[in-house]
């Protein structure tokens, strides 16, 4: 469950957005500023504790990734408080120490309503992302991890292991070629030959080598074609 992955317009918009609702609110007293100067302090106080509670997903990330929602915003709305409590030590008008803290409770109040619309946000946008990505094929989950998240171009047989041609480099292991049509789901594919079976978009183009038709693999791999496999492919469209 990794939110901050990359850069996120949101960790704009979020604060920007928020700033503005509460300059119009002025919330603990702040309508006693004029616009700008409201506009200046409620957009720099949620830009702080924006930067607060990022601080404290990258530490959820790193070290508890799959924390319940309800702990990554409580605690995001603690560490985005402690983030803002030097300015609001400096700016507010507080005298005491108890109004101080009074102060910061109302604000972490409010961080929690920001900081909840904020996770529960990117927590779509992840969700909707995995949802849009296409499946990976499970064949894939068994090659070392430097080749699984690599486009799978074609499988070939040797003896009684197979070798899995990618993107990435290729691999040996014991299986069976026969296993290969299952395995490959969701990825199109054919067998041009007994011996190999090969992923549509792993082709780069056909050749003839000696007035037979071989299949040039995107890495470079010559694929023979037999004529049962030749019909095969004629009937898949993918010779004319």
Same mark, same amino acid.
């Given at each position: ?12 918009? *979020?604060?920007?957005? !928020? ?6 609110? !002025? ?12 506009? $200046? ?13 990022? !601080? ?17 915003? $409580? ?7 402690? !983030? ?6 400096? *700016? ?22 920001? *900081? ?66 299952? $395995? ?43 004529? *049962? ?12």
């Amino acid at each position: 469950m990794k939110l901050l992955r990359r850069f996120d317009v949101s960790a704009v918009l *979020t604060p920007l957005i !928020a700033g503005a609702v509460l300059t119009v609110l !002025a919330p603990l007293g702040t309508h006693i500023f004029s616009l700008p100067l409201r506009a $200046l302090y409620w957009i720099s106080l949620c830009f702080a504790g924006g930067f607060g509670a990022m !601080a404290v997903r990258f530490g959820l990330n790193r070290w508890r990734p799959s924390a319940p929602a309800w702990l990554c915003v $409580l605690l995001q709305s603690f560490g985005s408080t402690i !983030a803002v409590a030097p300015f609001v030590l400096f *700016t507010s008008s507080q005298s005491s120490v108890w109004g101080f803290f009074l102060t910061l409770f109302y604000i972490w109040v409010i961080a929690i309503v920001i *900081t909840a619309f904020a996770d529960t946000a990117a927590r779509s946008r992840v969700a909707g992302e995995a949802a849009d990505a296409p499946k990976r094929p499970a064949l894939m989950d068994r090659l070392p991890v430097h080749l699984r998240h690599a486009t799978l171009y074609g499988v070939s047989s040797e003896d009684h292991y197979v070798r899995i041609h990618t993107s990435a480099g290729d691999h040996m292991m014991l299986m069976r070629l026969a296993d290969i049509d299952d $395995l490959a789901q969701p990825v199109s594919g054919l067998r041009p030959h007994r011996s190999w079976w090969v992923a549509e978009g792993g082709v780069d183009r056909m050749v003839r080598e000696k007035g037979k038709p071989t299949l040039i693999l995107k890495d470079g791999t010559h694929v023979p074609v037999s004529r *049962t496999g030749a019909r095969t492919l004629r009937d898949a469209g993918w010779l004319t």
